[in-house]
């Protein structure tokens, strides 16, 4: 197959695929004209097709179309050993019919099983072509050859691209009509933390002891001038029976109060100093 040829069945090949759901390996049916063809100009007919469609493929022939080979008798009992090897279609018939009329039956209005028919009947393509997505094959002079698409089918093809961006486009224009459908909502983007598993953890404060508030000097003064007047007093009221014990006691009263007023008088001094 030339270069040219090639590339413009892998482009139809690839509109099928796309806006019809063709899929590989693809399902050909085959009439019994084309079996005799095969074998007349010793052709590998599923080579050949699976060259031109560029793919995998699966030849079947229906009960019918079998069964006009059976009637032709042992002349073309190689294309009927041919025919037998295809996968065999049920077409559902009792009695068995044309095979052109079988072969438009199994297909239908639209081809839903996705069938390429390959047939040397000219009036069965023709009304081949008024069915979208119908790929059509036949063979000219001992060239396969697959036929660009029918009108019908790009007309369908067109259809379809209009309602899927019709569907688009209504998918674009959505407005929220309901509380419930909000907007999505944007990440935003800031900057990152540092990574909590390096992050050495923050030791417990320790507590702050209060300050003990400095006592004024002369609430000290006044208070141990307080304390000699209440010694003095008690002396006065004890009497002088024992002169020398009370004497003694008065002195060490005096001297622990003198010292203990006076080494509170050093440490406000000292810390109003500070």
């Keep these: 197959m030339r270069q040219k040829r090639a590339k413009a069945y892998r482009k139809l090949m690839h509109l099928y695929c796309q806006s019809f759901g063709f899929r590989q390996p693809y399902q050909i049916l085959v009439d019994a004209e084309t079996c005799r063809i095969a074998i007349s100009h ?6 050949q097709l699976s060259t031109v469609l560029q793919g995998e493929v699966k030849p079947m022939i229906t009960q019918c ?3 006009e080979l059976y009637l032709q008798g042992n002349s073309q009992q190689s294309a009927t050993d041919l025919a037998k090897t ?6 559902n018939h ?5 095979g052109d009329d079988c072969l438009l039956n199994v297909v239908g209005d639209k081809n839903k099983h996705r069938y390429v028919i390959t047939t040397q009947s000219q009036s069965l393509r023709v009304q081949l072509r008024t069915v979208p997505a119908t790929p059509i094959v036949h063979v000219n002079r001992s060239v396969v ?3 660009p698409p029918s009108d019908v089918t790009l007309q369908a093809k067109a259809r379809a691209e209009e309602q899927v961006l019709h569907a688009t486009v209504l998918d674009k224009g959505h407005t929220p009509t309901s509380t419930t459908d909000h907007p999505p909502m944007k990440n935003k983007k800031g900057p990152k933390g540092p990574n909590p598993l390096s992050v050495k953890k923050k030791k417990p404060p320790t507590p702050v002891q209060p300050k003990a508030k400095p006592t004024d000097i002369t609430t000290i003064k006044a208070g141990v001038k ?10 006065a009221e004890a009497g002088g029976s024992d002169i020398l014990g009370n004497q003694r006691k ?9 010292s203990a007023a006076q080494s509170e008088l050093a440490t406000v001094e000292s810390g109003a100093q500070s």
């Design 65 to 67: 179309c079998i069964h």
């Design 42 to 47: 010793k052709i590998d007919i599923v080579k």
């Design 250 to 258: 008065r002195k060490r009263r005096r001297k622990h109060a003198k």
């Design 145 to 147: 050859i697959l036929e």
């Design 94 to 98: 009792k009695e068995a019919i044309p």
């Design 86 to 91: 295809f996968e065999r279609r049920k077409c």
């Design 226 to 235: 307080r304390q000699q007047e209440d010694t003095d007093r008690e002396d």
